[in-house]
């Protein structure tokens, strides 16, 4: 092999080595997929308890999961997978005592009229007791 056509082929080779800035450059679009229902604190904070399940879906829309074996609960799950990141989840679970509101869990919370913007961490699972009475300042 001649070594005008040797030399460039390796150039080209060696320049081929350093290539996971080229892939980090050219890597394809990716969308972020969401899924399920998109809950906000405020849709939560509009929940009472002795609500109908009429209200409560007027009120957070059709639930993900309405299990025929748990009449009394339904699950309102999020999905956010972003094209490059960490994969989130959220879950609200609404159960109902008598075809009415008895209580709200999952890691969706309502927000407070007077507490600060949300946190960026993820928030914990737990049990939301929702009050009679709105409070009145």
Request: with cysteine; aromatic share 8%.
């Given at each position: ?66 299990d025929i074996f748990h009449a009394d609960r339904w699950d309102y799950v999020y999905r956010l997978q972003p ?16 075809g009415k509101l008895a209580r709200v869990g999952g890691d ?30």
């Amino acid at each position: 092999m001649p070594p005008r056509f040797l030399l460039p082929c390796l150039l080209v080779l060696g320049a081929c080595s350093s290539t996971p800035d080229v892939t980090s450059w050219l890597s394809p679009y990716r969308i972020d997929v969401r899924q399920g229902n998109y809950v906000t604190q405020e849709m939560v904070a509009r929940l009472k308890p002795g609500m109908s399940k009429d209200q409560v879906r007027f009120a957070l829309g059709t639930p993900l999961v309405s299990d025929i074996f748990h009449a009394d609960r339904w699950d309102y799950v999020y999905r956010l997978q972003p094209g490059k990141g960490e994969v989130q989840q959220r879950r609200l679970i609404i159960y109902f005592a008598a075809g009415k509101l008895a209580r709200v869990g999952g890691d969706v919370v309502a927000a407070a009229a007077d507490a600060p913007a949300a946190d960026t961490a993820a928030p914990a699972a737990r049990v939301i007791d929702v009050p009679a009475e709105p409070r009145k300042d």
